[in-house]
């Protein structure tokens, strides 16, 4: 998800399913910041958000200060969140075959002009 190119901006889910994703594993603030290209401001309200619906978990140690992690309610979203992501790819992949499929089948083929 978070490797993947998007045409548009990210919408609130697929901001939350990036961070879960980072947390997954234990991270800092200013790390998940960085690779969910995230403003401060965002990500203190995001984590903010999703501490308060327990999706993810802030442990406080001596060694590495304040490290954010995926809870077992947050791993379950992000199982249904991925699920749901790979079924509209998988349906824009079958659409944009079909509308090339379509253009070949009217004569249109790359380099003619045709706008598929």
Partial sequence: MITSERKNNRGKIQIIGDVL???ASG???????????????QVHLYLGELI??????????????VVYGTTEKGREFL??????????????REEEKTRRSTAVSNGCWAGSGCIV
């Avoid at 991270?27 to 401001?41: D, Q, V, W």
């Fill in 21 to 23: 994703a980072l947390a």
């Fill in 79 to 92: 199982l249904h969140y991925t699920h749901l992501a790979e079924v509209l790819e998988e349906e824009e």
């Fill in 52 to 65: 308060g619906k327990r999706l993810i978990s802030q442990n406080v140690s001596s060694s590495d200060g």
């Fill in 27 to 41: 991270i800092k603030k200013t790390h998940i910041m960085y690779r969910a290209n995230l403003s401060y401001e």
